[in-house]
């Protein structure tokens, strides 16, 4: 059987596919999700990656939460109130802690339409280099729902207060170009041009001393959360440990 994921290393950089084209990639009953956590678990678990490139087989990202799920009240949807709230915590919102949490640098490949959980998982990434068919947005307020998947916590921190609160008001779509202006990404390409635009940027990375790697990334996680104070403490902290790295040796010689 076909999984819905598929994890590939080479050398530092990981490449985790999401292998669902027939239903947008969807994160939910589709098995996407589980793949997903279980590729980032290993990568995690693997110190020689540095980079991590997360895309869409087809012609979408992620379409994020499955409709029909929602539906037939299936998890993470169905259930009382506080069995919805479990249920999110254990799936989808694990997810998103995950990725957040990693050390190695995430990469979103955005080939085609992010949706929803699908933007979220996208704006969670370090980097987002997008197709010129790309689009962005959160329309679960359609649904009679909130951004639950973090994109209230992550987009004004793109975009600014204001730009955040019209897009998840409206829950209007962003194409390639506007997300650009909107520093949504870092930038768009042809289609055909993403794949090795991703591994060029990916490879250079991944070229860099990896212990700096990892810690820089972890400073910039730290960053959005930590007062000055305390953020200028962990930044010595990691700064003396990185004196005594053999990279660092190897570097100054």
């Not at 693997?46 to 991590?52: A, F, N, R, S």
């Not at 929602?70 to 993470?76: E, S, V």
């Not at 709230?85 to 339409?113: C, F």
């Not at 916590?153 to 609160?165: K, S």
């Amino acid at each position: 059987m076909r999984q819905a994921v598929d994890l590939t290393v080479d050398g530092r950089i990981a490449t985790v596919t999401m292998r669902r084209p027939d239903v947008r990639n969807a994160l939910t009953g589709t098995g996407v999700l589980e793949g997903l956590l279980d590729s980032f678990d290993r990568v995690a678990a693997d110190g020689q990656v540095t980079v991590v490139i997360i895309t869409g087989e087809g012609p979408a990202f992620s379409a994020g939460g499955n409709v029909k799920d929602m539906r037939a009240g299936r998890d993470p949807f169905g259930g009382d109130p506080h069995r919805i709230e479990q249920a999110y915590q254990e799936s989808v919102l694990r997810l998103m802690r995950t990725v957040a949490s990693l050390d190695a640098v995430t990469i979103a490949a955005v080939n085609g339409p992010a949706v929803g959980g699908g933007c979220d998982l996208a704006l969670l990434c370090d980097l987002r280099v997008a197709s010129a068919s790309a689009r962005f947005a959160q329309p679960v307020v359609d649904l009679g729902l909130i951004p639950g998947d973090g994109g209230a916590w992550i987009l004004p921190r793109i975009v600014g207060w204001q730009r955040a609160a019209e897009l998840l008001f409206t829950g209007r779509f962003v194409e390639a170009d506007e997300a650009l202006r909107l520093d949504m990404v870092l930038e768009v390409v042809p289609l055909h041009e993403l794949s090795d635009r991703v591994a060029e940027l990916a490879g250079r990375i991944a070229a860099k001393p990896p212990h700096a790697v990892r810690l820089t990334k972890r400073l910039l996680r730290h960053a959005r959360t930590t007062d000055f104070d305390t953020f200028l403490d962990m930044t010595a902290a990691f700064q003396a440990i990185s004196h005594h790295t053999e990279d660092h040796r190897r570097a100054i010689e």
